[in-house]
């Protein structure tokens, strides 16, 4: 059993993002690979995809580690400089698209998932948020599988139950979809249904 409490959490923003880019894309790179993702990426596309952090204003990524590695991320940047289709999304919503600010990824290794890891790199990235001052409203997208997929784990605890009980809500009809190869070297679409949670 891994301890968390010797856990170190800390923010990044602005140029000092460059140094973790490679730590996050191993993250992103080995937990994507799992269901429900199923995603097999490139690591050159990864580095491209989180550069972006490097640029975007008030972009931030938290990282947690146990003193020898790199086992944990939150990430996240206003949504108006997100791609173009989750920026899309919203356009139908009653949502400024400048006062939502978009969680990217929320990344555990498997030994230090259920213990409470994920609420502590939420709520350092919440509290963040709120000291920026402009954005009153949390999202993020969870891709959709049917629960007879054939990969399901039995043991699989979907996200969503953690955001529900983070305080986030489904958006009914908020959704986008994005292509990308699956760990069977077939690419397919996915569809990502949007959560909000509103900070004030």
């Not at 730590?23 to 097999?40: G, H, K, S």
């Not at 690591?43 to 995809?49: T, V």
């Not at 030994?111 to 709120?130: D, M």
């Not at 997208?141 to 139950?161: K, M, Q, W, Y």
């Amino acid at each position: 059993m891994n301890d968390t409490g010797s856990i170190n959490v800390r923010m990044l923003t602005g140029a000092a993002i460059a140094d973790s880019l490679n730590d996050v894309a191993t993250l992103r790179l080995d937990i994507f690979r799992e269901y429900p993702y199923l995603y097999q990426g490139r690591r050159e596309d990864e580095l491209d995809y989180l550069g972006e952090y490097t640029k975007a204003p008030d972009a931030c990524i938290i990282l947690a580690d146990d003193g020898s590695a790199v086992i944990g991320a939150a990430t996240g940047m206003p949504l108006v400089h997100e791609d173009a289709q989750l920026r899309g999304a919203f356009a139908d919503t009653p949502f400024p698209l400048d006062g939502i600010y978009y969680v990217g990824e929320l990344l555990l290794c498997p030994a230090y998932r259920e213990r409470g890891l994920g609420q502590k790199l939420l709520a350092r990235l919440e509290n963040h948020i709120r000291a920026l001052g402009a954005y009153d409203r949390l999202t993020c997208a969870t891709v959709e599988r049917p629960d007879g997929h054939p990969l399901r784990p039995s043991d699989f605890i979907p996200i969503t139950r953690f955001l529900a009980r983070t305080g986030f809500s489904r958006l009914s009809g908020v959704t986008t979809s994005f292509t990308w190869r699956e760990t069977d070297g077939e690419k397919r679409d996915h569809p990502m249904q949007f959560w909000i949670k509103e900070l004030n």
